[in-house]
């Protein structure tokens, strides 16, 4: 549906075909795709707007919009003014009783591509900077819990030693046993 304010006419058909260079030897199309578009502004498929009261009173309301910017009012004025003349004229009424600031802020808001690229890019960026934090944190307890757990067999073993050396067991032997270099033995007879 196109509600645009652009010339375009009631009806067209846009192909999928039409948004690429024809590639190929006998330039012949494999698959194709055909969207219908009707033009949804007020006086235009007015047999459409009949089949819905919902779409004839959004371009009841898209026209009043348009008309009270024409007249010279600001953009956030008019969708407000329209927003009251429709729920006085009962067109959407009890939906735009329960949103009109949902409405009003929707069509104060431009949309445009560049922007929403922008904000996806952005999103992008947030969510693989909180997804390689979560990994590095998980990555650091991992290699924290395995220094931890050396550094506690490290010292275990020197306790073992210590007992060893309280006992009168040769340094080679503790080495042996325990794991720990010779000097390191060594040092410990010695503290």
């Not at 459409?48 to 004839?56: F, G, I």
């Not at 929403?116 to 924290?144: C, D, F, H, K, S």
């Amino acid at each position: 549906m196109y509600n645009g304010e652009d010339k375009y006419p009631d009806k067209n058909t846009l192909r999928l075909s039409d948004m690429f260079a024809q590639y190929g030897e006998k330039g012949t199309i494999e698959l194709e795709l055909e969207v219908k578009v009707y033009n949804i502004n007020k006086g235009h498929n007015p047999e459409l707007a009949k089949k819905s009261v919902t779409l004839n009173g959004y371009e009841e309301f898209i026209a009043a919009v348009r008309d009270y910017e024409k007249q010279g009012l600001k953009r956030e004025a008019a969708i407000t003014q329209a927003v009251k003349d429709c729920i006085n004229r009962n067109i959407l009424k009890d939906f735009l009783e329960t949103n009109s600031s949902e409405v009003i802020n929707m069509l104060l808001t431009d949309w445009n591509m560049d922007d929403a690229l922008r904000v996806r890019e952005e999103e992008g960026i947030l969510i693989g900077e909180q997804r390689g934090m979560r990994i590095g944190e998980q990555r650091g307890m991992l290699i924290g819990e395995q220094r931890g757990m050396r550094h506690g067999m490290q010292e275990r073993a020197k306790e073992i030693a210590r007992n060893m050396l309280n006992k009168g067991m040769d340094v080679d032997t503790i080495a042996s046993i325990t794991g720990l270099f010779v000097d390191d033995v060594l040092r410990l007879q010695n503290e």
